[in-house]
């Protein structure tokens, strides 16, 4: 919603301000606008396979979105995390082995939907707790695993926001092209009067103006809300990491979950009195 809002404010101050003393009129050159959307299209297409095209079209609606990473979200994935360590602690790894093979008909995890609804994050926890119940592996390289894992799932994540950052580069360019093509064709016609030619001029330098506009003012905003937005989901990866490597390395489920109540951003994180309290209401439910 603030990009729309931020939207309106640049429209406002741009557009709206040479209101007061040009011509909107002059600014109407449709085959301008024609060849600067064509050519920023056609950008996208060539530089990226299928795939690539398909995550990047699929992540921009995304930004008209509120984020689902926030304190709520963060206190049933404790929550979760800690029941299952619990029942870890009080039976045993082999206790959570149904839970681990099909979370979604877990008595466990159906407490949790917000959380239930990332499957990414499910099976970031199923798949390490599953290595923890049929393996030997320590926390080192349980760790090392992790960290691999998350590094891909990042860069994964941040290609459309690059891609939309590297359209809002080019965008410009764009503009000056399609300004050339129109200088061009007023070189070819300087036996028209003055008032024609400065009129020709002027919608040749509406291709500059409108490439800056777009780049700076509309696709270069999309894509720092799409990195803001991949900032956000990796955190959940690093809570799971840390809650799972403290109980590997022999904390009792409440001090494990508070390593990943420490890795939350402030905004986010509840505090060690509120993450207590809501534990022992949903224990007592």
Known sequence: MLLLVGYLIVLLSSIGTYALHGELGALWVPLEYVAIFGMSVG???????PRALKA????????????????????????????????VRKEGLM?????????AASPIFSKYPSVVKDHHAVEFITDYLRMMVGGNLNAFEIENLMDIEIETHHKEAHFPAHMVQTLAGAVPAIGIIVAVMGVIN????VGEPPAV???????ALVGTFLGILLAYGFIEPIANQLNQ????????YHVIKAVLLASMNGYAPQVAIE????????GD?????????????????
Do not use: Q, W
């Not at 950008?43 to 396979?49: F, R």
């Not at 992540?59 to 619990?86: T, W």
């Open 43 to 49: 950008y996208l297409v060539a530089s990226n396979g």
């Open 56 to 87: 990047v079209l699929g992540a921009i609606p995304g930004v008209l979105k509120g984020s689902p990473y926030n304190k709520a979200l963060y206190m049933d994935l404790l929550a979760l995390l800690f029941e299952l360590l619990v029942k």
């Open 95 to 103: 206790s959570i082995e149904n839970d681990v093979e099909d979370p």
């Open 186 to 189: 007023v070189m070819g016609s």
């Open 197 to 203: 030619l400065g009129k020709m001029i002027g919608g």
């Open 229 to 236: 937005k991949c900032e956000e989901g990796s955190k959940i």
């Open 259 to 266: 390593f990943g109540r420490k890795v939350l951003n402030s």
């Open 269 to 285: 994180r509840p505090s060690f009195t509120e993450l207590e309290e809501d534990l022992k209401a949903r224990k007592g439910k």
